[in-house]
């Protein structure tokens, strides 16, 4: 399955501001604006211990929805276009069906693991550890959820997540930035997404941002565990990080794409 979506950092901590923009946004562009809740979540990401999920561009996360229910998924890069990503995604309900699933398509990646037989558990934490995965990234994140939904059809073409994650970066420490993703819920609406995200980037509260969560959390990571980001500066009283240190980080990828 393919998941095409749009990433923004959030520049301005006034979520119910830069909701309300958006709404209009889908109003002004003929679809019906409706809100679909707010979710709690709590992922975490995996690799091998050699980074070898990193290497190629795999993701693969454990998310817990609810306090109990279990969803993993893996999810590797097709390509980056100017507005959005495309990315393989599969998504399932935690199961040993799931399991045999995510660690196929891994092993067809050319991902090996010593032990599979009697790994899995029903909870997916244990399995992963049972395969010598390691935690790479622990985060949780407050969805705000609102659909596009044609008016002629009745079936949602867009969903715009507005996303407050917060990295647990040990037992004492956090530090939080909010995102908006639009993904695109409708095959060939590339176009269509495309004039979302340049109406949407209009906005001052609003920048493109072409990296995942898991590549912004590990930026975040970094920086911090070599005390580069500043209190006061980088991050306010609240543990958000402020345009200083989105502009560290925006500065730590640009030294990456250039050893690349």
């Not at 996303?163 to 993904?183: C, G, H, K, Y």
Request: charged share 35%.
């Amino acid at each position: 399955m393919s998941e095409v979506e749009a990433a923004m950092l959030l520049l301005s901590n006034n979520i119910k501001m830069i909701i309300e923009k958006i709404q209009n946004v889908i109003r002004n562009s003929s679809y019906e604006s409706v809100k679909n809740g707010t979710e709690k979540i709590h992922d975490l990401y995996y690799d091998t211990p050699d980074k070898k999920l990193e290497t190629q561009k795999i993701q693969l996360r454990i998310r817990t929805l609810h306090e109990k229910v279990y969803k993993v998924t893996l999810k590797v890069l097709k390509e980056v276009r100017e507005n959005y990503s495309d990315r393989i995604e599969i998504e399932r309900l935690w199961s040993k069906e799931a399991f045999d699933d995510i660690f196929n398509n891994l092993v067809k990646m050319n991902i090996r693991f010593q032990n599979r037989e009697g790994s899995y558990n029903e909870d997916p934490k244990i399995t992963f550890n049972n395969i010598g995965l390691i935690v790479i990234q622990d985060r949780k994140r407050i969805r705000e959820i609102l659909n596009a939904i044609n008016k002629m059809s009745g079936l949602i073409e867009f969903e715009f997540d507005v996303d407050t994650t917060t990295i647990l970066l040990d037992s004492n420490t956090e530090i939080r930035f909010s995102e908006l993703e639009i993904e695109s819920k409708k095959s060939g609406n590339e176009k269509e997404l495309n004039m979302m995200v340049n109406k949407v980037l209009k906005f001052p509260e609003l920048m493109s941002w072409p990296h995942s969560k898991l590549e912004t959390g590990m930026a975040v990571t970094n920086l911090f565990n070599n005390k580069l980001l500043e209190n006061k500066t980088d991050y306010n009283e609240k543990n958000e990080l402020t345009v200083n240190g989105i502009r560290k980080i925006s500065d730590l990828f640009n030294i990456r794409d250039r050893k690349e």
